[in-house]
C-alpha cells in the first residue's frame, strides 16, 4: 500500500498514515495519567508552600509569598519555552520525556529539604523561633523548586498536543480535549485536599514524599507506552517566523514605503489569501517588502534569507498578535488578585475551621472553593442561564467576550474588597481577645469568612480566563491557535511577577513607618490596607480595559453566523464583542 501524498507530492501528516500497531486511544490513558500526577504532585505542595516556608525555614510572609509568586510565575512561563523548543527542535515526546525526569528530581531534592535535618534552619518544636536560613540551604531550595519548574514546563508545553498527534482522522479529539478538562480539575481537588491533609496531619517528611512518588509515577506512566506512542518530528516554529518579522523590519527600517500598495513589492506566499498588508502598524511593512528581485528572492521564488524578507501572512500575523494584548494585558492585575491565594492560608489558618468537633479544613484546602465556584457558575451559565435568557427573549442570548471579561476583572475587584472587610473584623477581633502578640493564636471567627474572596476569585476566573481563551483563539489566525493558547496564560506568569513586585514595594514602604502592612504577624499588619491598595489597583485595571476596549474596536467572537457570512479573512474585523 502506498503512503498517500498531498497534491504537491509531499508526505501527509504521520498521524493519518501511521500503522494501527501505533497511536489511537489505548494510549491517552497513559499521557492521562502521566500529567495527573504531574499536576496533583506540584498543585499539593504549590498550595501549601507557604506554610512550609514560614514553619520550616523561618521565612516573613512577605518573603515566603514573593518566593512563591517568583516560582509560580518561572512554572507559567518554562510552558512558553518548552513548547518553542518541542516544536523547533527537540519535539514532543523527547520534551515530555525530559520533563518528568527533571521534575522528579527537583521533587527529590525538595523532598530532601524535610529530611535532612541540616537542609533546613533550626527552628525549636513550636516553630516560633527559626533560624535565619544559610545561603546553601537557600541554594539547595531555590534549585529544586527552579528544577520543578523546568520539569513542569516540559510536561505541560507539549501534553495536549502530543495527546492530539495521537489520534487519526477516524477519532474524536473533542473528547480527549474533555479528559483532559476532567482530569486536571479531578487532580487539583485531590491535591488541595488529601495532599494538603498529609501535609497539615502527616508532617512534612510525608506531605514532601507523597509528591516525590506521585512524580515518579507520572514518569513510568508516561513510559510505560512508548512502543505504541506515534512520535512526530519538529518542524518550525511559528515563533521563529514572527521573530524574522521584527528582526527583517528592523534592517529594513530605513527604506521607504510606497504611498500606495502594489502587488509587485512585497512578498506573497503562494495561495495566501492576502495580496498587500494591512496599513495598521504599517512600519513592520517594510519586513515583507522586496527591495532587490534578483537578490531578495531565489530562482524559484522563495525568500532569500527569511531573516530578511518575510511573507505578508507573518507580518500580519505579527500584527494581530499585537493587536491582542493590550487586553490581555488587562489580566495581569486579575491574576495579582488571584494569587493572593497564599496570603489566605495564613489567614485562614488564624480562624477557627472546624466543621465539627472532631474535624477541621486546612487551611490551604479553602482553595477548592475556588475551583467549585468555576464549575457551578460555567454549568450554570451554559445550562440555565443563557436558555432561560434566550427563551425570555425569544432569541440566543449571551454576553460577548469583552462583557464577560469586564465582569471577570469586577468580581476581582469585589474579592479584594470583601477580603479587607473579613481581614479587618478578623484583626479587630484578635486584638480584643489579647492576641497581638500571638499570631498563630486561633480567634473566635470561623474562617468561613474567607468563602467570598474564594468565590469571587473563581467567579473572575470563570468570566475573564475563558473569554480571554476564546478572544485570543477568535481574534488570531488559526495558525496561531498554539500561540493563542499561550498568550491567554502569559497573564498568570506576569501577574505573579508583578504580585511579588507590589509586595516587595509595600513591605519596604510601610515597614519605614513601623509594623509592614504584611508583617509576618497579621495581628500587628494591616493585610486589610494592603487588600484594598490591591482593589484600588483593580478600579484601575478596569478603566484601563475600557479604555483598551474602546481602541481595539470590533473583534471576532460574538457572532458565529455573520462571520460565516461575511467571507471576511482571518485579520479582519466583525462585530464589537
Request: net charge negative; aromatic share 10%.
Amino acid at each position: 500500500m502506498e503512503t498517500p501524498t498531498d497534491e504537491h507530492g509531499k508526505l501527509s501528516e504521520p498521524f493519518l498514515t501511521s500503522s494501527p500497531s501505533k497511536g489511537g486511544f489505548r494510549t491517552l490513558p497513559f499521557i492521562l495519567a502521566m500529567e495527573a500526577f504531574e499536576r496533583v504532585a506540584i498543585v499539593g505542595i504549590t498550595t501549601n508552600m507557604i506554610v512550609y516556608l514560614t514553619g520550616e525555614f523561618g521565612m516573613e510572609t512577605a518573603t515566603a509569598a514573593n518566593v512563591i509568586f517568583v516560582w509560580s510565575a518561572a512554572t507559567g512561563f518554562t510552558p512558553i519555552i518548552g513548547a518553542f523548543i518541542a516544536d523547533s527542535y527537540m519535539g514532543k515526546y523527547p520534551m515530555i520525556g525530559i520533563g518528568t525526569i527533571i521534575g522528579f528530581l527537583g521533587m527529590i531534592l525538595l523532598w530532601s529539604t524535610a529530611m535532612i535535618p541540616q537542609a533546613r534552619p533550626y527552628c525549636d518544636q513550636f516553630n516560633t523561633i527559626c533560624e535565619a536560613p544559610t545561603i546553601p540551604q537557600l541554594v539547595l531550595l531555590y534549585f529544586s523548586l527552579g528544577l520543578i519548574s523546568i520539569g513542569a514546563g516540559g510536561i505541560r508545553s507539549p501534553f495536549m498536543a502530543f495527546g492530539v498527534d495521537q489520534l487519526d482522522e477516524r477519532n474524536n479529539s473533542h473528547s480527549f480535549f474533555n479528559w483532559c478538562y476532567v482530569t486536571l480539575m479531578f487532580s487539583s481537588l485531590i491535591a488541595v485536599t488529601l495532599i494538603v491533609y498529609i501535609q497539615d496531619n502527616m508532617g512534612w517528611k510525608m506531605g514532601l514524599g507523597v509528591p516525590v512518588m506521585l512524580m515518579f509515577l507520572s514518569a513510568v506512566s508516561f513510559f510505560l507506552a512508548s512502543s505504541f506512542y506515534i512520535k512526530l518530528k519538529p518542524k518550525a516554529s511559528l515563533l521563529t517566523g514572527l521573530a524574522q518579522v521584527i528582526v527583517a523590519s528592523f534592517k529594513n527600517r530605513h527604506i521607504e514605503l510606497p504611498s500606495h500598495a502594489t502587488n509587485e513589492v512585497y512578498y506573497v506566499r503562494e495561495g495566501s489569501m492576502l495580496q498587500v498588508p494591512s496599513e495598521k502598524l504599517r512600519f513592520l511593512n517594510k519586513a515583507c517588502m522586496i527591495k532587490n528581485p534578483q537578490e531578495d528572492l531565489t530562482s524559484k521564488g522563495n525568500a532569500s534569507n527569511p531573516w530578511s524578507l518575510c511573507t505578508i501572512d507573518q507580518v500580519e500575523d505579527l500584527k494581530a498578535l499585537i493587536r491582542v494584548m493590550p487586553l490581555c494585558s488587562a489580566g495581569i492585575i486579575l491574576s495579582v488578585t488571584v494569587n493572593q491565594g497564599s496570603l489566605m492560608v495564613i489567614q485562614a489558618g488564624t480562624m477557627d475551621r472546624h466543621v465539627t468537633s472532631n474535624f477541621e479544613i486546612p487551611a490551604a484546602s479553602f482553595s477548592l472553593f475556588m475551583m467549585i465556584s468555576v464549575v457551578v457558575w460555567i454549568a450554570f451559565y451554559d445550562q440555565i442561564a443563557l436558555p432561560l435568557a434566550s427563551k425570555i427573549k425569544g432569541k440566543p442570548v449571551r454576553l460577548g467576550l469583552k462583557q464577560r471579561m469586564g465582569i471577570g476583572l469586577l468580581c476581582s475587584c469585589a474579592s479584594m474588597v470583601a477580603s479587607a472587610f473579613v481581614e479587618c473584623t478578623r484583626r479587630k477581633i484578635a486584638t480584643e481577645e489579647g492576641f497581638s502578640d500571638e499570631p498563630q493564636a486561633v480567634v473566635h471567627m470561623s474562617a468561613l469568612w474567607v468563602l467570598p474572596f474564594y468565590v469571587l476569585a473563581g467567579l473572575s476566573e470563570a468570566f475573564n480566563a475563558i473569554a480571554l481563551i476564546e478572544f485570543c483563539y477568535s481574534n488570531l489566525p488559526k495558525t496561531m491557535s498554539t500561540i493563542a493558547a499561550n498568550v491567554s496564560g502569559l497573564g498568570g506568569f506576569t501577574g505573579n511577577l508583578v504580585a511579588s513586585l507590589i509586595t516587595s514595594m509595600v513591605d519596604n514602604v510601610t515597614k519605614k513607618g513601623g509594623e509592614s502592612w504584611v508583617s509576618s504577624n497579621m495581628n500587628k499588619g494591616h493585610y486589610d490596607y494592603y487588600y484594598c491598595l490591591l482593589a484600588g489597583l483593580s478600579m484601575l485595571n478596569f478603566v484601563y480595559f475600557l479604555v483598551c476596549c474602546k481602541a481595539h474596536g470590533p473583534c471576532h467572537g460574538d457572532n458565529e453566523n455573520e462571520a460565516e457570512n461575511s467571507g471576511l479573512g482571518d485579520h479582519e474585523s466583525i462585530d464589537d464583542c
